[in-house]
C-alpha cells in the first residue's frame, strides 16, 4: 500500500525513548543563545572557575604521563578519599574496595544505579519538582515512575503520609534529592527520619543524590545513609560539579552496598569504562585541599541568596527562603502568567533569563527558577528588571 512502512522502518527507534520530551531547560536556552546581552539565572552550574590547586593537579597529572585507563571502579587512591570524606562530613563508612565506584558525573551514577535495581514495571518513587532528568532516567530504565508532589505549604518538603500511601507492591525505591534542584529546600530531621523509618518497614531501597550538600547555608546537612539500618539499603550519589565548580570534569561517585556497587560496575564497565584520568586527579586534590575554596564560595552563595530573594519578594514575587543549592523558586501566579510565558516575555522584554518551573515537573507551574550562580552585581540587575515586569503586567 502506497505510503506504508516496512516493520524495520516502523520499529526503528525505542519507543520509550522517543516519547521522552526533551529538556525544558535546555529548549529554553536554545532561544537565550540567539540573543545578545542577555543575564542569564538559568543554568544551574557555578559561575566560578575550578579552584587552581585542582586545576593544577589534573595539569600535573598530563605532565606525570597519567593518562591510561583506571580501574573499572575508579582509581583507588580517589575512592579512599571519597571514603575518607564520607566519614568525616556525612557521619557514614564504605569500604573503598568493595562500596564506591567513580563515575562520569552523577548524572551517570543515577543512570547506573537505576539500571542496577530496575526490573521493567519496577516503580520508583521520585519528588516533584526536581532535576529534569529524574523522570526520564527512570523510564529509560524501563521502570514506572511514581510522582511525590511538594509544594509550598510544607517548604517543598515531601510529606511521609503521602509517601507511603504512593507504596505498592511494585515499589522498588526512593528517590531524593536534597538540598533540591530546582527549589532550595532541605529535608528537616523528622521528615528525614520519616522517611527511614518507611523505607525500613516497607523493605524499600532509597536513592538519594545529594549533590548540593556541601551547599547547606542553615544548620548541618544530614545524609539518609547516616540514619540507624539505612545504610545497607541506600545508595549515596555525590560528586564535584557543584561545591567545587568542576562541571566539565565530568566527575561522580556512588557508594552502597556490595551487591548494587557491582552490578553498577557491569554497566559501567561495559558503557564508559574508567571516568577520565585526570578528571579523577583533580577530585584528588579536591577532597584533600578544597575545603578552603569550597566554603569561600559557599559564603558568596549565601551573600547572593540574600539579595535575590529580598528582592524578589520586594517585587512582589512570593519566595521562600532557600536552605540549600544555589536556586530561588518565586511564584509567579500573582501575574496571571504561567511559568512559560513569563519566562519567555521576561526573557523577550527585559533581557534577563530565568528558567519556567514546568521545566522540573507539573508541580513546578507557577514558579520560576532563578540560579544565583551569578555575579552579585547582574543579579541586582536583573532583580532590578524583574520589578520594572511585573510592575507594567
Not at 40 to 68: C, M, N, Q, Y
Not at 152 to 160: A, E, H, L, T, Y
Not at 178 to 204: E, H, Q, W, Y
Not at 231 to 257: D, I, N, Q
Amino acid at each position: 500500500m502506497k505510503g506504508s512502512k516496512s516493520p524495520l522502518e516502523r520499529s526503528r527507534l525505542a519507543g520509550h525513548v522517543v516519547s521522552l520530551p526533551k529538556s525544558g531547560i535546555r529548549d529554553f536556552f536554545e532561544l537565550v543563545n540567539n540573543m545578545d546581552n542577555v543575564i542569564s539565572l538559568g543554568i544551574g552550574e557555578p559561575d566560578f572557575v575550578t579552584p587552581w590547586t585542582i586545576r593544577e593537579s589534573a595539569v600535573f597529572g598530563i605532565e606525570k604521563g597519567h593518562t591510561s585507563y583506571t580501574s573499572n571502579l575508579g582509581m583507588l587512591s580517589l575512592r579512599k578519599e571519597v571514603c575518607k570524606y564520607l566519614s568525616r562530613n556525612y557521619d557514614v563508612e564504605y569500604d573503598p574496595v568493595r562500596e564506591c565506584i567513580i563515575t562520569v558525573g552523577v548524572s551517570e551514577a543515577l543512570d547506573l544505579v537505576l539500571r542496577a535495581l530496575v526490573n521493567p514495571g519496577d516503580e520508583i518513587i521520585y519528588h516533584e519538582p526536581c532535576y529534569v532528568s529524574y523522570r526520564p532516567e527512570i523510564i529509560m530504565a524501563h521502570g514506572v515512575p511514581v510522582l511525590l508532589e511538594t509544594d509550598r505549604s510544607r517548604d517543598f518538603v515531601p510529606d511521609p503520609v503521602k509517601l507511603e500511601k504512593l507504596i505498592s507492591p511494585r515499589t522498588k525505591a526512593i528517590l531524593l534529592n536534597f538540598p533540591c534542584n530546582p527549589t532550595g529546600a532541605v529535608m528537616d530531621m523528622k521528615t528525614l527520619s520519616d522517611i527511614a523509618k518507611i523505607a525500613k518497614t516497607r523493605n524499600i531501597a532509597v536513592i538519594t543524590d545529594e549533590i548540593y550538600s556541601e551547599l547547606t547555608y542553615e544548620g548541618g546537612h544530614r545524609s539518609i545513609a547516616s540514619l540507624p539500618g539505612m545504610k545497607e539499603r541506600t545508595v549515596f550519589l555525590h560528586g564535584f560539579s557543584k561545591a567545587f565548580a568542576m562541571t566539565g570534569f565530568r566527575l561522580g561517585y556512588a557508594c552502597g552496598p556490595f551487591d548494587i556497587i557491582d552490578t553498577m560496575m557491569k554497566i559501567h564497565q561495559y558503557s564508559m569504562l574508567c571516568a577520565p584520568t585526570l578528571a579523577q586527579e583533580a577530585a584528588i586534590e579536591a577532597l584533600r585541599g578544597g575545603r578552603k575554596e569550597m566554603l569561600r564560595m559557599k559564603d558568596e552563595y549565601r551573600r547572593r541568596r540574600d539579595l535575590i530573594v529580598g528582592l524578589l519578594n520586594e517585587a512582589g514575587l512570593d519566595c521562600f527562603m532557600p536552605k540549600g543549592a544555589f536556586y530561588a523558586f518565586p511564584s509567579v501566579r500573582k501575574t496571571g502568567l504561567s511559568s512559560t510565558d513569563f519566562a519567555r516575555r521576561f526573557l523577550e522584554s527585559q533581557r534577563v533569563a530565568v528558567v519556567p518551573g514546568c521545566a522540573f515537573g507539573k508541580s513546578g507551574e507557577g514558579h520560576v527558577r532563578c540560579a544565583y550562580a551569578a555575579s552579585y552585581e547582574n543579579i541586582a540587575e536583573a532583580m532590578r528588571r524583574i520589578k520594572k515586569f511585573v510592575d507594567e503586567i
